[in-house]
């Protein structure tokens, strides 16, 4: 079955950097756009980055252009989250999603950036 697997996370200071990984399994990886997505505490959840397939073509939403960077190894099934000048409101639950529908997503790993 799909298994996505969130690693990365932790408490860093404001301005910090953070690169948080993606495991996926149980499909064929290169095939599917990837996205990672996070909820904050009191907050829906909120697209993040997202890739396409091969890898040559990514989105951003503005709140993280230019800070985050969004990227993936097909040969590992891996999909990374480079976070850099990280910000108080950048603190939230990270996770990926993707593969075949129903999308599945993972558990997350938690971010969290004190000021």
């Known amino acids: 079955q799909v298994q996505l697997v969130e690693s990365g996370g932790r408490k860093v200071q404001a301005g910090g950097s953070i690169k948080l990984s993606c495991v996926a399994s149980?499909?064929?990886?290169?095939?599917?756009?990837m996205t990672w997505v996070r909820q904050a505490p009191g907050k829906g959840p909120e697209w993040v980055a997202e890739?396409?397939?091969?890898?040559?073509?990514?989105d951003y939403r503005d709140f993280v252009k230019g800070r985050f960077t969004i990227s993936r190894d097909n040969a590992k099934n891996t999909m990374f989250l480079q976070m850099n000048s990280l910000k108080p409101d950048d603190t939230a639950l990270y996770y990926c999603?993707?593969?075949?529908?129903?999308?599945?997503r993972g558990q997350g790993t938690q971010v969290t950036v004190s000021s």
């Open positions: 999603a993707g593969g075949p529908r129903p999308i599945q």
């Open positions: 149980g499909f064929t990886f290169g095939n599917y756009e």
């Open positions: 890739i396409n397939p091969n890898g040559d073509s990514t």
